[in-house]
């Protein structure tokens, strides 16, 4: 992997389970981080690198919010924790800043939908999460 040290990340969805331990790794790999996060409710997630990274407040529901906090952080990339709203957010800043998206792969709903009646469903959601990563530079 080349070194993290130096580059500039956005976490959207940074003090969520999944992105506030993303955020705390990155920290300590030297990457200067922003945490956007929609409200202040969670900011006790990000204790351990509360003081080494940046957080800001923007709304996943206003895109436009979005994009003013990372112009003004100006990130080398961005992360999107979540393939669904957070995810939608974050591909289409992604796009309006001219930045790459990183997104991740979490959870695999498709397989999880018969166990709850909606097996039906399955094969539409294996196509949207097809088509959602296809979007993003990279998927882990």
């Known amino acids: 992997m080349p070194p993290l040290a130096g580059r500039r990340a956005a976490v959207i969805g940074g003090t969520g389970f999944l992105g506030s331990h993303l955020v705390e790794r990155l920290v300590a790999e030297g990457v200067d981080v922003l945490a956007v996060a929609r409200t202040t409710a969670r900011l006790c997630r990000l204790s351990a690198a509360r003081g080494d990274c940046v957080v800001a407040l923007a709304d996943v529901c206003d895109p436009d919010s979005i994009v003013r906090v990372l112009r003004q952080f100006r990130p080398d990339i961005i992360h ?30 498709p397989g999880c939908l018969p166990y709850y009646g909606f097996g039906w469903a399955s094969g539409m959601c294996w196509d949207y999460l097809r088509w959602f990563h296809n979007r993003a530079g990279l998927t882990l």
């Open 80 to 109: 999107v924790v979540t393939e669904y709203s957070l995810g939608l957010t974050g591909l289409w800043v992604a796009r309006r800043l001219n930045l790459p998206a990183l997104a991740s792969f979490h959870t695999n709903i």
